[in-house]
Nanobody, 119 residues
Framework: QVQLAESGGGLVQAGGSLRLSCAAS????????MGWYRQAPGKQRELVAS???????NYADSVKGRFTISRGSAKNVVYLQMNSLKAEDTAVYYC?????????????WGQGTQVTVSS
């Protein structure tokens, strides 16, 4: 069974920075797609950033130039560096990975980590 574990959320003042981490564990053959999503109260979950193996990252317009997604040297880890945080970045952040394990590749989700930006 594949599991994703996130860390790094918290409370930060506007203009500050946070770094989120997400590590996959279990029997994993490969991970092609890694991404971060967020969901604010009363809103739908939205894509923040994603990276496909061998391609350039993709970002939501609202975070371009402020957030950076990267894969760790251990191929089962993904990071989200968040700089110049704004109050509107407040949300629960979820990591998502498309993992090839014992069966066909499928999406897995982390449990979510709260990011709160105070203005």
């Amino acid at each position: 069974q594949v599991q994703l574990a996130e860390s790094g959320g918290g409370l930060v003042q506007a203009g500050g920075s946070l770094r989120l981490s997400c590590a996959a564990s279990g029997l994993i053959f490969s991970i092609k797609i890694m991404g971060w999503y967020r969901q604010a109260p009363g809103k739908q979950r939205e894509l923040v950033a994603s990276v496909i193996d061998g391609r350039s990252p993709n970002y939501a317009d609202s975070v371009k130039g402020r957030f950076t997604i990267s894969r760790g040297s251990a191929k089962n880890v993904v990071y989200l560096q968040m700089n110049s945080l704004k109050a509107e970045d407040t949300a629960v952040y979820y990591c998502q990975m498309n993992v090839a394990a014992l069966g066909a590749p499928r999406d897995y989700w982390g449990q979510g980590t709260q990011v709160t930006v105070s203005s």
